[in-house]
């Protein structure tokens, strides 16, 4: 595939798309684009989000009867089957994409290849080794925590646990609407994580990945991770069902690829693409101070001023926020400074 035809490249190898990124048509009154972007919506990711729930609740998930009861025995045996499922998934794109570099660095945004450029602010100076052992011994086990401990308060009665039977048209509303709950839920602790004081104790541990690929995904602290996956919580709030809170946790954990997978368009099989829907995030870890919810469905970057679409007006006033938080922060220093 040429991805100079949808895009263009830099002299330091670094490419980027010719179109801009849009928030959600329905915001914007492009309502003649509503079928094209439903169809993204819904495929390939959410619907292999939706799949794994599935798969979840009726071959994994023990018995009502059984997650009544915190035991060690079905907590470990979901931290297998998450750490499997993790392992499977991310070490496919990593092994295929930047491994053995299957496609080189066609729609790649960042030319370079972490595993290319050691680094000490890396364990072993290595990103590759340091996302993939914090992803492991932090965001998979706390994944499973917060998985165990909403499917046990659904179990015990604690959840507002509904039938599909009885009420399954606000079900299926509620199922579409999960990507909107992310999209909020991650938008409110990231911009909390990005205070000075969180983010460099906490937040800087996921950015030190500027130029992040799969492992970089749910590499984190733990503060994060823990509020990064009790997202699921909110479904023991509103009317929900454990199908659709397994669907909203997946979607968290293995959906946590997308923003991190470093290529525009992955090559699956000779001219067949697949759409990362990654740019939006990667300009996050470009610029740090834009874009810190997820791809405009819920435009709380574009309402408060955040939003970075990837063009060059962008650029400009992304810029130009830079320049005035950074006299705003000059200006009081020299206020809380005592005259010499």
């Known amino acids: 595939m040429d991805d100079l035809k949808s895009g263009s490249?830099?002299?330091?190898?670094?490419?980027?798309?010719?179109?801009?990124?849009?928030?959600?048509?329905?915001?914007?009154?492009?309502?003649?684009?509503?079928?094209?972007?439903?169809?993204?919506?819904?495929?390939?990711?959410?619907?292999?989000?939706?799949?794994t729930a599935l798969l979840y609740w009726f071959y994994i998930i023990p018995d009502v009867q059984t997650m009544r009861h915190l035991a060690w025995g079905w907590a470990l045996f979901l931290f297998a089957v998450n750490a499997a499922g993790i392992f499977v998934m991310y070490g496919a794109v990593e092994f295929f994409y930047y491994i053995r570099r299957k496609q080189g660095t066609r729609f790649k945004y960042n030319g370079k290849f972490p595993a290319d450029h050691p680094s000490e602010v890396f364990w072993f100076k290595s990103q590759n080794l340091d996302n993939f052992l914090r992803t492991y011994l932090s965001s998979v086990p706390l994944w499973t925590l917060c998985q165990v401990l909403a499917l046990w308060a659904f179990a015990n009665g604690w959840g507002n646990w509904v039938d599909w039977r009885t009420h399954?048209?606000?079900?299926?509303?509620?199922?579409?609407?999960?990507?909107?709950?992310?999209?909020?839920?991650?938008?409110?602790?990231?911009?909390?994580?990005?205070?000075?004081?969180?983010?460099?104790?906490?937040?800087?541990?996921?950015?030190?990945s500027i130029n992040p690929s799969p492992w970089s995904s749910l590499s984190m602290h733990p503060v994060e991770g823990f509020l990064y996956f009790a997202e699921v919580f909110w479904h023991l709030i509103i009317p929900s069902h454990p199908i659709v809170m397994m669907?909203?946790?997946?979607?968290?954990?293995?959906?946590?690829?997308?923003?991190?997978?470093?290529?525009?368009?992955?090559?699956?099989?000779?001219?067949?693409?697949?759409?990362?829907?990654?740019?939006?995030?990667?300009?996050?870890?470009?610029?740090?101070?834009?874009?810190?919810?997820?791809?405009?469905?819920?435009?709380?970057?574009?309402?408060?001023?955040?939003?970075?679409?990837?063009?060059?007006?962008?650029d400009e006033l992304m810029k130009e926020r830079f320049r005035k938080k950074k006299e705003r922060m000059k200006a009081k220093s020299q206020i809380t400074t005592p005259a010499q």
């Not at 490249?9 to 010719?18: L, M, Q």
């Not at 801009?20 to 079928?35: M, N, V």
């Not at 000779?270 to 300009?283: N, R």
Request: aromatic share 18%; with cysteine.
């Open 247 to 314: 669907f909203q946790l997946n979607a968290t954990a293995y959906g946590a690829i997308n923003g991190h997978i470093g290529f525009d368009t992955l090559e699956i099989a000779g001219d067949v693409p697949l759409e990362s829907h990654a740019y939006a995030h990667y300009l996050h870890h470009k610029y740090f101070e834009v874009n810190y919810g997820a791809d405009g469905l819920i435009p709380l970057d574009k309402w408060l001023g955040s939003w970075h679409d990837g063009s060059k007006e962008a």
């Open 168 to 208: 399954w048209v606000w079900l299926v509303l509620l199922t579409l609407l999960v990507p909107a709950i992310h999209e909020v839920h991650f938008f409110c602790i990231h911009r909390l994580i990005h205070t000075p004081l969180l983010y460099k104790w906490v937040h800087s541990v996921h950015h030190n």
């Open 9 to 51: 490249r830099d002299k330091r190898d670094n490419w980027t798309p010719n179109a801009c990124l849009e928030i959600a048509p329905f915001w914007t009154g492009k309502f003649e684009r509503l079928g094209a972007w439903f169809v993204g919506y819904l495929w390939p990711w959410n619907a292999f989000h939706m799949v």
